[in-house]
């Protein structure tokens, strides 16, 4: 039987500290019960005493979540852990997070101290929190600086005080993993109680090295991982939920194994990405928009023949319902044939090459090769614009005082459609108008602007996905108007539905 790794989720605390995206109490319970519903064993709600809205917020969550133990972080101040106690005054399963600065450049240069004091006040705050709940967890700031001997000494002492959790965080992203490694197996050897406390991990990604450092402790004795969806946080970011959970489900000679129900992964990346206004790197693992997108004919091929060839995950097994092959001009006859397939159109190896030559003339001229393309190709294309939806008008009113409605009007096979909607802004009223004239029901996945020129005459270039049916469309467009580039991209996506 596996051991159980302790998924700790700090997306609502460290993760929110990325400057620009912080949510309010409404988007904080609805990411919370995500993370219930995805099944981490732990939320770190905030941190109470830094702000009124911090501390309203653990008060919901702690409300809102029933499952999961509610955790409130705390510097090792009295005040502090009153303040976290009184917030978690409703959770059904409580901790208190205190801790503090343990390596040589926290002691000296922030805290202006000494190790015997940092002993003493590390003591004080494990026994001050252990009046208010009996689950603590005590962080060792920038342990992965810190001499081991000394940190085990700390560990010793607040194991002693009653901490049920001991975290080791590499605060500052700087260790290796091998070293990292050797840090838990040295605590694991070296502290005599270690046994009445579980060993977690906090690991920074400023050097990329977070998820390999987690692994690392993992591996050598840490029982409990603090992690944030998309890897988000202060810096480069923390630890990935979603990289941890699937190297775990991938190297079963690891032999721990944690309570996270995968196929939710995605669609929790997509939520906090979408909250957050923080889009998904587009190669980012796991959950980026090509993590099981492949466009080389070599892989292509392989795939085809068997996924496992070049994928070692099933994208179902993180939500996302199958792999996609991109045609561009590195695809081969095998992505090709596929597609042609797909669309019901059986080829003869000769006429599959014709049409495959004609392809890579085309594919070198565009980036990608969608189906009306392929539809040109195969001379089966019934006419220019035949199942084309075009934007013929927009109309937007917005501000300050106005509600935002948009008034769209479509050209759908030759035939003009107008509606009118209100939204919670110019875009999403427009997107709606046009939701509401198309046949297919749709949902918007992504949406990124990216500015392509500078200055008051920007241009932006809009990328949108969609969902229809449990497939992911794409769409783009550019325009200095953002919200017709908006539109535009919106449409292209619809035009790809088959």
């Not at 992505?335 to 159109?345: F, Q, S, T």
């Not at 479509?410 to 939204?423: K, M, Q």
């Amino acid at each position: 039987m596996s051991d159980k790794l302790y998924i700790f989720d700090t997306t609502l605390r460290d993760g929110e500290q990325v400057p620009g995206c912080q949510l309010n109490t409404v988007e904080k319970i609805e990411v919370a019960k995500a993370l219930e519903e995805l099944g981490v064993d732990i939320i770190e709600a905030g941190f109470p005493i830094s702000s009124p809205g911090d501390f309203n917020s653990v008060v919901e969550i702690s409300k809102a979540v029933k499952r999961p133990t509610i955790c409130a972080l705390t510097r090792a101040v009295e005040k502090d852990i009153e303040v976290a106690a009184e917030a978690l005054k409703y959770a059904k399963n409580k901790r208190i997070h205190t801790g503090i600065g343990t390596s040589f450049y926290h002691i000296k240069y922030k805290l202006n101290s000494n190790q015997d004091e940092i002993v003493e006040r590390a003591v004080a705050a494990v026994k001050y929190a252990k009046k208010f709940v009996e689950d603590v967890e005590f962080y060792a700031e920038d342990a992965g600086r810190t001499e081991n001997e000394y940190l085990a000494r700390v560990v010793e002492a607040v194991i002693a005080a009653g901490a049920t959790v001991v975290n080791i965080p590499d605060t500052t992203g700087y260790c290796l993993p091998q070293d990292f490694g050797a840090k838990i197996k040295y605590l694991v050897d070296n502290v005599k109680n270690i046994d009445k406390a579980i060993i977690s991990t906090h690991c920074h990604n400023d050097l990329g090295m977070a998820t390999a450092n987690t692994i690392s402790g993992i591996i050598n004795g840490a029982r409990q991982a603090e992690v944030t969806i998309n890897g988000i946080g202060e810096r480069a970011g923390n630890t990935s939920l979603e990289e941890v959970v699937m190297t775990l489900k991938s190297h079963r000679d690891i032999d721990v194994d944690s309570a996270i129900n995968t196929k939710n992964i995605f669609k929790t990346s997509r939520l906090v990405s979408s909250l957050m206004s923080m889009p998904v790197q587009p190669n980012k693992a796991i959950v980026g928009r090509n993590a099981f997108a492949h466009s080389s004919g070599i892989h292509q091929d392989g795939v085809l023949k068997n996924r496992e060839n070049y994928e070692i995950i099933d994208p179902v097994d993180v939500g996302v319902n199958e792999s996609s092959i991109s045609l561009t001009a590195r695809s081969g006859r095998a992505a090709l044939k596929h597609r042609l397939n797909l669309l019901g159109y059986e080829m003869e190896p000769a006429e599959l090459d014709v049409i495959y030559q004609k392809f890579l003339e085309l594919a070198d001229k565009k980036k990608d090769v969608n189906d009306e393309d392929l539809q040109v190709l195969v001379g089966k294309k019934k006419s220019e614009d035949a199942g084309k939806i075009k934007l013929v008008h927009l109309q937007v009113l917005s501000g300050k005082s106005v509600i935002p409605m948009a008034t769209v009007s479509l050209d759908i096979d030759g035939e003009v459609f107008t509606a009118t909607r209100d939204g919670n802004g110019p875009v999403d009223a427009a997107l709606s108008a046009v939701k509401s004239l198309v046949r297919h029901k749709v949902r918007l996945e992504e949406f990124l602007v990216q500015a392509i020129t500078r200055g008051i005459d920007d241009l932006g270039k809009v990328h949108i996905q969609i969902e229809n049916r449990g497939k992911l469309y794409y769409g783009f467009s550019g325009n200095t108007d953002i919200i017709t580039a908006s539109v535009e991209a919106f449409i292209d996506a619809i035009n790809k539905i088959v």
